[in-house]
Structure formats: C-alpha cells, structure tokens
C-alpha cells in the first residue's frame, strides 16, 4: 500500500525558515517524480515543486521560485522542502504527492499523503 | 501561463441526479486534464487524467470529456460520497482550476 507522510510543519514567524519532510513507503520510491503540492486555509489547490526520480531536475511555482529548495533522499524513501524567507501567504496545508508514471512526470498526482501545516505568522 | 477557468463555482443536486461540471483551459491543452475530487478533511483524489480515462479503482459513473480549451466531467448519478469539491489540472506546472462544489440540494 502507498502511503506518504508529511511531517514538519509549524507555526514560524514571517522572514523565518522551515523544511518539512514526507517519507514514502509501498512503492519504489527511486522510480518516480515527487511534488509539493499545497492549500491556503479554505482555498484551492496549488502546485508548488517537483523533483525528478534521481534529483537532478527540479521546478518550482514562481510563487516560491528562489526561496523554497526540494530536494530527496532515495536511500531513505524520503522528499523534503526547504522553505526560507517564508511569508503570510506561504501559510498553507502542504502535500507530498507522487506522480502517477514512473520515469517521465506527468504532472498527475495519483498518491497524496494527508498534508502538514505551515502557518507563517508573528 | 495557461488559466483553467470552472463552472459553475456551486452545484447543487439531489443525490441520483447528474452532475456536469466544466473545465475551460485560456488556450489550448490538448488533452492534458486531469481532474480530482477533495472532501472536507481529506487529500483530492485523482479521478480522471489525460482529460478521459478513468484512474485506478475509480466508479464508472464519473466520465471525462473534451479537449483543446474545453472540458467536462461528468457523474452519472450521484452517490451521497460524491458530494465535494472537484478542481480541473492542466498537466503541467500551471494553475489549478478554481474548483467547483457539488453540494446536497
């Protein structure tokens, strides 16, 4: 069975830094692009980052361009984001989600785990 | 950057009725849609990709159409469980699609 497991978030004051992490397990992790994908209280859905199977490529939403790093560790089934310069409207429920083909990213996320809380505030 | 634009932002239905949701892309996409469903307190689920093929485990009464700028997803007949919100995706980094809310009528 898939499943991801967000972990990490906190309450953090603007200007601050965080990195959240998500441990994979029931798939090969090593196989497949991972995504952040994150929600604003009570708004929609936002993509954020993506990370390609072995690291070496790497997107990110203009949002969070410069300030937000991803990065992986296939040894330890386990996606991370380093969020730094963080601001109010970085608060958000973050998801680690996988990308629904191997290989080649689709941009469809077919596992998501249950999301941790980033609340950017003083 | 390609905008997605939904409609209607709510729907409202009796369990058993269709539901027919619309997705419009501001230039084309070909067929590369997806959509996903969300319930409060939940992860979405991905429901439908390259605009109509169906995911893994996913009832056959949810169907997807269209291409180009203009897609449509459509349930059969409601069950209870389907009443949530149903967000459109291009694939590829853009923006989500604004969501639509199918509530209980």
């Known amino acids: 069975e898939v499943q991801l497991v967000e972990s990490g978030g906190v309450v953090v004051q603007p200007g601050g830094s965080l990195r959240i992490s998500c441990a994979a397990s029931?798939?090969?992790?090593?196989?497949?692009?991972m995504h952040w994908v994150r929600q604003a209280p009570g708004k929609g859905l936002e993509w954020v980052s993506l990370?390609?199977?072995?690291?070496?490529?790497?997107y990110y939403a203009d949002s969070v361009k410069g300030r937000f790093s991803i990065s992986r560790d296939n040894s330890k089934n386990s996606l991370y984001l380093q969020m730094n310069s963080l601001r109010t409207e970085d608060t958000a429920l973050y998801y680690c989600?996988?990308?629904?083909?191997?290989?080649?990213?689709?941009?469809?996320?077919?596992?998501w785990g249950q999301g941790t809380l980033v609340t950017v505030s003083s | 950057e390609i905008v997605l634009t939904q409609s209607p932002a709510t729907l409202s239905l009796s369990p058993g009725e269709r539901a027919t949701l619309s997705c419009r892309a501001s230039?084309?996409?070909?067929?590369?849609l997806g959509w996903y469903q969300q319930k409060p307190g939940q992860a979405p689920r991905l429901l439908i990709y390259?605009?109509?093929n169906r995911a893994s485990g996913i009832p056959a009464r949810f169907s997807g159409s269209g291409s180009g700028t203009d897609f449509t997803l459509t349930i059969s007949s409601l069950e209870p469980e389907d009443f949530a919100v149903y967000y459109c995706?291009?694939?590829?980094?853009?923006?989500f699609g604004g969501g639509t809310k199918v509530e209980i009528k």
């Open positions: 990370i390609s199977w072995d690291g070496g490529s790497t």
């Open positions: 029931g798939f090969t992790f090593d196989d497949y692009t």
């Open positions: 995706q291009q694939r590829n980094i853009w923006p």
């Open positions: 230039q084309s996409i070909s067929n590369y």
């Open positions: 390259d605009a109509s």
């Open positions: 989600a996988k990308d629904f083909r191997d290989t080649t990213p689709t941009y469809y996320f077919d596992y």
